[in-house]
T-cell receptor
């Protein structure tokens, strides 16, 4: 069973702080990782994806991938109340055909 | 506008009454998938399709059927709905399940089975 684990939260941070969201996965063969943001009752929307070890930055968002330790994280700098949402980590597993598995998500609350 | 369209957005039905939730994408995507989302359980895959006439079970396929007769459409069929299928359903598509091909989601269908 391929697994993607996330702390359900809620993670509360003050406005302007850095929010750090973490995700661990079970298969060293996994090659690609996605972060989605989902507002309550809405569909998930892509924030960014990463497939190489290291950091990838896009505006206020930075994804960090460490394949040796099997974790991927998302940093949100200068957090805003509008960032309050559920953040979903998704991993593609290549074994036995491509399979995309989602974590249960972390609730982020940014307090003004 | 590139999009994934699901219908209906809201559906209330009774146990045992067959229903179909439609999903259509206009991006010529090969990969399509259905998910259900329940509180605390995240997105769970019901069925997916890698291309026309190719469908496969996801993690929670029981009680559901799908078909992929043409590339753009991927309907979800509940032959005999039960209350435990009350959930929020999402259809999604992508060019293929590749390292740089994220999913595009529909707006969701909230289904209530009484």
């Amino acid at each position: 069973q391929k697994e993607v684990e996330q702390n359900s939260g809620p993670l509360s941070v003050p406005e302007g702080a850095i929010a750090s969201l973490n995700c661990t996965y079970s298969d060293r063969g996994s090659q690609s990782f996605f972060w989605y943001r989902q507002y309550s009752g809405k569909s998930p929307e892509l924030i960014m994806f990463i497939y190489s070890n290291g950091d990838k930055e896009d505006g206020r968002f930075t994804a960090q991938l460490n394949k040796a330790s099997q974790y991927v994280s998302l940093l949100i700098r200068d957090s805003q109340p509008s960032d309050s949402a559920t953040y979903l980590c998704a991993v593609i597993y290549w074994e036995y055909g491509n399979k995309l598995v989602f974590g249960a998500g972390t609730i982020l609350r940014v307090k003004s | 506008e590139a999009q994934v369209t699901q219908n209906p957005r809201y559906l209330i039905t009774v146990t045992g009454k067959k229903l179909t939730v439609t999903c259509s994408q206009n991006m010529n995507h090969e990969y399509m998938s259905w998910y259900r989302q329940d509180p605390g359980l995240g997105l769970r895959q019901i069925y997916y399709s890698m291309n026309v006439e190719v469908t496969d079970k996801g993690d929670v396929p029981e009680g559901y059927k799908v078909s992929r007769k043409e590339k753009r459409n991927f309907p979800l069929i509940l032959e005999s709905p039960s209350p435990n299928q009350t959930s929020l359903y999402f259809c999604a598509s992508s060019p293929g399940l590749n390292y740089n091909s994220p999913l595009h989601f529909g707006n969701g269908t909230r289904l209530t089975v009484t």
